[in-house]
């Protein structure tokens, strides 16, 4: 029935199916519900995969239980047609999932799915809304429902609209927009926000390759599905593409099985902190500079001029981590901190600068964040007029020094993640994957540090290179620098990414949630 009332507009252009068999009976027969949608045959910029990626997740999601939906090369009419079924179908189920591979694009916000057939009538950025669909339509469509409702979005692919990019205000970033999570709602998506992921080479993206394995395995909670995918796709793609989710469900979800019992209150460990400070016999001193306006600058801690191991030490991390060398350091000063917004926004409503958005965090001791690297520079610039003295952000030897503190282990409390000693994606905290963590939530290390393993990843003023060769050691001109060094990781990051050793390079107008930055003083 259901296929009959989508072949009437198909007209053999996509492939509208409503497969109602499955293979498995899913957890107290729960009635799941899927829609399926996989665009490649776009004529200005076609894609290889999503077609093939939308077959094997609906073969997969079958395999699970799901009603499967599916519909190949759809047009704008037919997606919404089949959004439309779905929704029915959705009142009486228990479990709802959407899932899109294709082109999407964001602009001022929201997020815009793209048809075939789209491309031809979309000249400035104000067609969007009326030639795309836009996410919110689907999420509206599960959002009036008591479900338990998934939606996977790889729809963040190679952007066909570059030119129209440069046009129009509102579409300066790639990839998709963060969305507002709904109740009982997870919202998955195949790389970080404002990022481009990748079609793939062989038969599937390097998303959908991976879900499609991890997603059958039994009694495996989806965040930690979700959580395996991603670092299988971070290590395949080299750290390009990092896939990430955002879940506001009230009750644990499994594919296949039940999903084991949480741990009760009385069982549950305290929320205790897990990692040691390594001794030190620096005694480091405190002090803040006042400025000329009145108030305080950051707090900051001198740290002794000494000599360190900088790199890939253990063995088991990245190219761009080598070569191992020892390096030698100057006495200089350090924010014990990340700079947090009540810092920031002091320095914004003294220059006239536009606020950078909280995401809903809350500002305060928050640490900053959605700052570029130019914005950062612009901060260590003002409180250097400030206070007469030399502020800047930290080169790549000089970060990296602060955050082993002596050590050389992988984290600055040993070679393992220990519980509560972090905030990242399975750092063991409770805030991990979900926001940033005030500043000083967690231990300091053996320098008196906070946050040198995640919370933000923090500028440096350093040029990326592929691997080191000198350029670690001092800050780059403004000028003609393509990458720059970014350190520590993130609320959003893997604990191999929040190692001490761990690079990663961003343009430096970029900004996001999850970069903020700390600086020194000279």
Not at 430 to 453: E, I, Q, R, S
Not at 480 to 503: C, D, L, M
Request: with cysteine; charged share 25%.
């Amino acid at each position: 029935m259901l296929k009959d009332q989508l072949s009437t507009d198909c007209q053999n252009q996509v492939e509208c199916r409503g497969e109602e068999e499955t293979s498995q009976v899913p957890p107290s027969n729960e009635y799941r519900v899927a829609l399926v949608i996989g665009n490649g045959n776009y004529q200005k910029a076609p894609l290889a995969n999503p077609t093939n990626d939308a077959d094997d997740m609906g073969d997969v999601l079958k395999q699970v239980g799901f009603e499967v939906i599916k519909l190949k090369n759809a047009s704008l009419k037919e997606m919404k047609m089949a959004i439309n079924i779905f929704s029915q179908k959705l009142r009486n189920a228990d479990v709802g999932l959407f899932y899109f591979a294709g082109h999407g694009i964001q602009h001022q916000g929201e997020n815009y799915l793209f048809p075939i057939g789209a491309m031809k009538f979309i000249t400035v950025a104000e067609h969007l809304p009326f030639e795309t669909l836009n996410i919110g339509y689907a999420l509206a469509t599960m959002k009036g429902t008591k479900n338990l409702n998934i939606v996977i979005l790889d729809a963040c692919r190679n952007n066909p609209f570059r030119d129209l990019l440069k046009k129009s205000r509102g579409l300066d970033q790639e990839g998709l927009a963060l969305i507002a999570v709904p109740s009982g709602t997870l919202i998955a998506y195949a790389t970080r926000p404002n990022r481009r992921a990748l079609d793939g080479n062989g038969r599937n993206s390097p998303y959908v390759k991976y879900l499609k394995q991890e997603l059958p395995k039994p009694k495996i909670r989806i965040e930690e599905m979700l959580r395996r995918v991603r670092v299988a796709v971070m290590r395949e793609t080299k750290d390009f593409q990092a896939p990430g989710y955002y879940s506001e469900l009230s009750q644990p979800f499994c594919f296949v099985g039940q999903c084991p019992p949480m741990p009760s209150n009385d069982e549950s460990e305290p929320l205790v902190a897990h990692c040691a400070v390594p001794q030190s016999n620096v005694q480091s001193q405190i002090f803040r500079d006042r400025l000329e306006e009145g108030s305080e600058g950051p707090e900051m801690r001198w740290l002794p001029a000494g000599q360190f191991k900088m790199g890939d030490i253990q063995g088991r991390g990245f190219s761009n981590e080598l070569p191992v060398q020892k390096v030698f350091v100057n006495k200089f000063a350090m924010g014990r901190y990340e700079v947090t917004f009540a810092e920031y926004d002091h320095f914004v409503k003294a220059t006239g600068r536009a606020k950078p958005d909280d995401e809903g965090w809350g500002r305060g001791k928050q640490p900053v964040i959605n700052v570029s690297w130019e914005e950062a520079t612009a901060y260590t610039e003002w409180l250097s007029q400030q206070t007469g003295k030399k502020y800047r952000l930290p080169t790549e030897v000089e970060w990296e020094y602060a955050a082993r503190a002596g050590t050389e282990t992988q984290y600055w409390w040993g070679n393992e993640m220990m519980r509560n000693c972090a905030v990242c994606d399975g750092c063991g905290s409770d805030l991990d994957d979900k926001k940033t963590a005030p500043v000083g939530y967690f231990p300091a290390n053996a320098f008196g540090l906070h946050d040198t393993v995640s919370n933000v990843w923090e500028w440096t003023c350093s040029e990326y290179q592929e691997q080191y060769s000198g350029k670690e050691q001092s800050c780059a001109d403004k000028q003609n620098v393509e990458y720059r060094v970014t350190r520590g990781g993130s609320w959003f990051t893997i604990p191999q990414g929040v190692r001490a050793a761990y690079r990663f390079k961003l343009r430096p107008t970029e900004h996001y949630n999850e970069v903020g930055f700390r600086v020194v003083r000279m």
